[in-house]
């Protein structure tokens, strides 16, 4: 997975390198700026970014926390104690790459285990039924279609109907990405949300929007309007790896507080690849900083007595690391590196800020 995320990142680089063109252990605030704007970073973001940084040399882990904290939001727990089938509403402007991605998700899930079926709900572009249609006999994997110009709604509900009847796992529904106004395209897309939930109690379970990432920062406003909509559950970028404009996924994720779910590496079936923040990060980072070398092999043989201490004293608590999470979650914190065995290093999620959590009597506070 990270080879194909580094890869994805190859035009991205190519533009950072034109600014950084040699790797070094450390960059001004001017350079770092200079940076995080060609990989089209959003100028607000890369402001605040320096802004909350104080150190006037900025190092890979400095650079790196900061970058982690704009993703804090792009984890994605699945929902609990769903019925199946598991239905998704798969939505986005046309030219997004809806078509292409649902075919790679009914792969992904099929070489799983699980039985799926697609719902040709984009009833309204010319081509789109028939291109969901051939993905479909390529995947040997059932649909369910209409007419040009038909009620996608009613394409909905027979989709999952059909799932019922069958006791399929999964149900994808693609829908229309472009009405003659806004105001028809929100209608439409509300009026299928509440059919899907008349043709089966509580779907859809995950309404995913699919961005461009040839779009960049641009994509936004965009998102803003269709989670205004329908309310999305995730997001799915696609191109990415045709873009110069990779920096833009730090934006998007941080303006709209929104999961990541995948990303698009390629046009194949099997391109697509679960979202790592710390991968993603890693990626970038790797093509401007120095590799440090780490001399803490021999360190174990000495290591000090008050470090042995730490650790017995958390593997009297056998619950220190689910504590560590609920603590994280609760305080909407992100984990960014271990210091000591009782002694993290962490950044708020809303603004990249670093703090240290300890693990103090039986439980992890503030220091």
């Given amino acids: 997975m990270f080879g194909f995320i580094k890869n994805s990142l190859s035009k991205t680089v190519e533009a950072i390198k034109t600014v950084a063109p040699k790797k070094k252990k450390t960059f001004t605030k001017d350079e770092i700026e200079d940076i995080l704007l060609e990989a089209d970073v959003s100028y607000e973001l890369v402001e605040m970014i320096l802004e909350q940084t104080y150190q006037d040399k900025i190092s890979r882990e400095i650079l790196r926390s900061k970058l982690l904290s704009t993703l804090a939001h792009t984890s994605y727990t699945e929902p609990e104690d769903v019925k199946l089938p598991f239905v998704e509403l798969i939505i986005g402007v046309n030219g997004a790459g809806k078509t292409t991605t649902i075919s790679k998700l009914a792969r992904k899930y099929k070489n799983d285990g699980k039985k799926v079926i697609l719902g040709a709900g984009d009833t ?3 081509a789109a ?18 007419k040009q110009g038909h009620d996608s709604s009613a394409v909905a509900y027979d989709t999952i109907d059909s799932a019922k009847a069958k006791n399929l796992d999964h149900v994808i529904i693609d829908t229309a990405g472009r009405l003659h106004t806004q105001k028809n395209l929100a209608q439409e897309l509300k009026k299928i949300h509440r059919i899907c939930g008349k043709a089966h109690e509580g779907s859809p379970h995950r309404t995913v929007l699919i961005i461009d990432g040839t779009q960049g920062n641009s994509a936004i406003e965009q998102a803003k309007a269709f989670h205004d ?16 404009k990779g920096g833009s ?3 998007i994720a941080y303006a709209l507080e929104l999961p990541i779910l995948y990303v698009g ?17 890693d990626s970038l980072l790797d093509a401007i900083y120095d590799e440090e070398k780490e001399e803490q092999k021999t360190q174990k043989a000495q290591e000090p007595q008050v470090v042995q201490e730490e650790k017995e004293q958390l593997q009297e608590s056998d619950n220190s690391k689910e504590l560590l999470k609920e603590f994280l979650d609760a305080e909407r914190l992100v984990l960014l590196k271990e210091l000591t065995p009782t002694k993290m290093q962490v950044n708020y999620a809303n603004t990249p800020v670093d703090t240290t959590i300890e693990f103090v009597n039986g439980k992890w506070r503030y220091c």
Avoid: C, H
């Fill in 249 to 251: 996924v730090f934006s």
């Fill in 129 to 146: 039924i028939e291109q969901l249609t051939l993905w479909a006999n390529k995947l040997e994997i059932p649909i369910v279609s209409s």
């Fill in 229 to 244: 909509m329908v309310g999305i559950d995730g997001v799915i970028i696609t191109k990415l790896d045709g873009t110069a």
């Fill in 124 to 126: 309204f572009r010319a």
């Fill in 265 to 281: 590496v390629g046009e194949q079936p099997d391109d697509l690849v679960e979202f790592d923040k710390y991968e993603f990060v």
